[in-house]
C-alpha cells in the first residue's frame, strides 16, 4: 500500500504564505487523484482541495482564491500553495488518494499520510 508523507508545515504569520508537499514513500505519486484535508484540535477534519489528473482542481469555499494545487512531475509529488493565510487556515494538514464518494468526505479516501502542522499566528 502507498504511503504519502507530507511536509512544508510551519509556523507563519496572517498574511503569509506556505507551500505543502504530499508525495508518496519509495515512489512517486503518479496521476493518483490526491486530496487535502485538515485538522484543528477539537474539530472534524475539513476538505481543502482536491486534483484530478494534470491541473483539474476543486476546492473549499474557504480556501478558493487563497490556495492552490498542482503537480511537481518533476519531483512526482503535489503541492499545496497557499497564500494570505489567515489565523482560521492553522491546522494538521493531511493529503490522501481519492478512492471513490464524495469530494469531500474524508470516507472517500485512503492512504492518509501522518500530517504536516501549520500554525497562522495573528
Known amino acids: 500500500q502507498v504511503q504519502l508523507v507530507e511536509s512544508g508545515g510551519r509556523w507563519v504569520q496572517a498574511g503569509g504564505s506556505l507551500r505543502l508537499s504530499c508525495g508518496a514513500s519509495?515512489?512517486?505519486?503518479?496521476?493518483?487523484?490526491i486530496g487535502w484535508f485538515r485538522q484543528a484540535p477539537g474539530k472534524e477534519r475539513e476538505f481543502v482541495g482536491r486534483i484530478v489528473g494534470s491541473d483539474g482542481t476543486y476546492y473549499a469555499d474557504s480556501v478558493k482564491g487563497r490556495f492552490t494545487i498542482s503537480r511537481d512531475n518533476a519531483k512526482g509529488t503535489v503541492i499545496l500553495q497557499m497564500n494570505s493565510l489567515k489565523p482560521e487556515d492553522t491546522g494538521r494538514y493531511y493529503c490522501?488518494?481519492?478512492?471513490?464518494?464524495?469530494?469531500?468526505?474524508?470516507?472517500?479516501?485512503?492512504?492518509w499520510g501522518q500530517g504536516t502542522q501549520v500554525t497562522v499566528s495573528s
Open positions: 490522501a488518494i481519492y478512492l471513490s464518494g464524495l469530494v469531500y468526505r474524508s470516507e472517500s479516501y485512503d492512504s
Open positions: 519509495g515512489r512517486t505519486i503518479g496521476n493518483a487523484y
